[in-house]
């Protein structure tokens, strides 16, 4: 992809884009430890439910629109304001940029921290000492600056990535690495699974206690599903608009939602053997992934190279997903003002450091900030996934449902070639018009009541 409209230089090269941008941190480390605060199961149950009649739909949307009008997303909704004479739906667009301004910028405090394990690791095999990245985690959550430096790295690399517009070189990075990635993935979910608590973390994953869900169960399953598909952010719809005019967004979509679904299913497969196993690990701590994978591959022969392979992935994943919502930020600033590439990368990555301050500071300095026993980290984080972005999703739903013509919304969808696309069609339309803002906002309200119950 480079700076000019251009397309994905193969179809591969897109759909690598697209996993990398879906692929994250999400999966791996917010996906567990949302599932622990869950309950397990029955949330599960939701999540996979979600994906299939709110996220898919909408990831399809987004990528559909991108590649029909070949712009980003505020360019897209000030077309659709025009045409359809509404004038406040631009909000929705430029609400959604902002989001992934937030987004990027905690998503780079955790990155940080995968960059603090992996080099964790390498000390670790340095010193000889296959337990010491098992006790970083204290060290890490101790020190406020150290957080903020490594946030500062990982926002420069991303910078750097997209200033360059070498994600060619990035796509065929991710390329290369996600199957590596998936593959151990696949072996520590085995080696998990040969725990005795694995049959236990088999029925907590899996079994649904539905007595386990509270009132706002349902829009976190929601508000991870967007979060997962990287959907609500206007991320799909630039990525829809570098794709091949002869690709089938449907298709890509579907694709792209069953595998990210199945890592993430994977790393619950992976984590939770372990932390049932240990009695003193909280599930619903948004440190789960690392207080749990460094304790299981020290236990592990050869589990300091598993660590250093594991981390090197998970931080080729986070960049492919910051790559993404730095991107979408740098097009539509592009588009909208008069910025150079270069001016408008800088703006973005100052901004987004200036935001991931607070965030990497919440375990420090802001230690004593609380809400409703949530610290800045995890208050933001729920703040960004479980309120503002259905709210931007359900807009950007509303608007490609109801602004756009059906029989653009059938162009856009049905591809002559494919029949299983006419078959698609009616249930994609019932899904934008009535089932997944129909859901989104039961979801919505269901979270308000709980706020009252209390
Ligand atoms: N989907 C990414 C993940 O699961 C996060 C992300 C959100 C990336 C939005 C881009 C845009 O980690």
């Not at 509303?398 to 856009?412: G, M, N, R």
Request: charged share 10%; with cysteine.
């Amino acid at each position: 992809m480079s700076s000019r409209r251009n397309v994905w230089s193969t179809k591969f090269g897109f759909y690598l884009a697209a996993i990398g941008s879906a692929c994250g941190l999400g999966n791996l480390w917010r996906f567990p430890y949302v599932v622990g605060e869950n309950g397990g199961g029955a949330f599960v149950l939701l999540y996979m439910s979600f994906a299939l009649v709110v996220g898919l739909p909408l990831l399809i949307s987004e990528l559909s629109f991108g590649q029909s009008r070949k712009k980003s997303i505020l360019s897209v909704f000030s077309d659709l304001s025009k045409k359809a004479n509404k004038k406040h739906i631009v909000w929705i667009a430029r609400s959604a940029v902002w989001l992934s301004l937030i987004a990027l910028s905690y998503y780079a405090v955790i990155s940080g921290w995968v960059l603090h394990f992996l080099m964790q690791f390498m000390v670790g095999i340095y010193k000889k000492d296959p337990l010491y990245a098992s006790h970083s985690l204290r060290t890490l959550m101790e020190n406020g600056l150290l957080q903020v430096g490594l946030a500062s790295v990982h926002l420069l690399v991303t910078l750097i990535v997209i200033m360059k517009g070498v994600q060619e070189g990035i796509e065929k990075w991710v390329g290369y690495l996600m199957p590596v990635f998936g593959l151990l993935l696949a072996i520590l979910m085995f080696k998990s699974l040969s725990l005795p608590s694995a049959t236990e973390a088999l029925r907590f994953l899996f079994y649904p206690n539905f007595s386990e869900l509270t009132y706002s169960s349902m829009i976190q399953a929601v508000g991870h599903v967007l979060f997962t598909l990287s959907v609500g952010f206007g991320v799909m719809v630039t990525y829809g608009s570098y794709m091949n005019e002869d690709q089938h967004a449907p298709s890509a979509g579907f694709r792209v939602t069953t595998i990210d679904t199945m890592i993430s299913l994977g790393a619950g497969l992976l984590i939770f053997p372990v932390v049932l196993a240990a009695s003193n690990i909280r599930l619903s701590d948004p440190a789960l992934l690392f207080e749990a994978l460094p304790r299981f591959l020290a236990e592990m022969s050869g589990g300091s190279i598993f660590g250093i392979a594991f981390f090197v992935c998970l931080y080729v994943a986070a960049l492919g997903a910051s790559i993404g919502l730095f991107e979408v930020i740098v097009s539509n600033l592009k588009e909208q003002t008069k910025l150079s590439r270069s001016s408008a990368c800088w703006a973005a990555g100052f901004v987004a450091l200036v935001l991931a301050i607070a965030p990497a500071l919440s375990s420090t300095a802001f230690e004593h900030v609380q809400w409703g026993g949530r610290g800045v980290l995890e208050a933001l984080d729920a703040i960004l996934i479980n309120w503002l972005l259905p709210i931007v999703a359900l807009g950007i739903c509303v608007s490609f449902a109801y602004c756009v013509k059906e029989q653009e919304l059938k162009d856009i969808f049905l591809d002559p070639e494919k029949q299983v696309s006419v078959i698609l069609y009616p249930y994609w339309y019932f899904s934008i018009r009535y089932l997944a803002p129909g859901i989104i906002f039961v979801a919505l309200m269901l979270q308000v009541i709980g706020l009252f119950s209390v």
